[in-house]
Nanobody, 121 residues
Framework: QVQLVESGGGSVQAGGSLRLSCAIS????????MAWFRQPPGKKRDSVAT???????FYADSVSGRFTISKDNAKNTLYLEMIDLKPEDTAMYYC???????????????WGQGTQVTVSS
């Protein structure tokens, strides 16, 4: 079972930036999908950014060009660099892991506890 621990959330003004980190442990298979999800208050949890084991990345349209997902395999850490933050980016952010299959990512079955990001106008 993969263990995930997020950090780096906080409160910033619109236009500001933050970097989220997710410490990863407990996985044995290098073929793993990692992703950041977010859940605004009263709304459902949605995917924000995904990185595959080969380094390919995918982003939600709402964050493309502003958020960058990356992974440091030596440090076993997943990152989400966020710039030009907007009030609508306010949410609880979660990192997640899923086995990478031939068809893509399986269901995300490992989740961190979340870190809050609040952007004020």
């Amino acid at each position: 079972q993969v263990q995930l621990v997020e950090s780096g959330g906080g409160s910033v003004q619109a236009g500001g930036s933050l970097r989220l980190s997710c410490a990863i442990s407990g996985y044995r298979d290098s073929r793993i999908c990692m992703a950041w999800f977010r859940q605004p208050p009263g709304k459902k949890r949605d995917s924000v950014a995904t990185i595959l084991s080969d380094g390919r990345t995918f982003y939600a349209d709402s964050v493309s060009g502003r958020f960058t997902i990356s992974k440091d395999n030596a440090k076993n850490t997943l990152y989400l660099e966020m710039i030009d933050l907007k009030p609508e980016d306010t949410a609880m952010y979660y990192c997640a892991a899923a086995p990478q299959m031939y068809f893509g990512c399986a269901s995300y079955n490992s989740w961190g506890q979340g870190t809050q990001v609040t952007v004020s106008s």
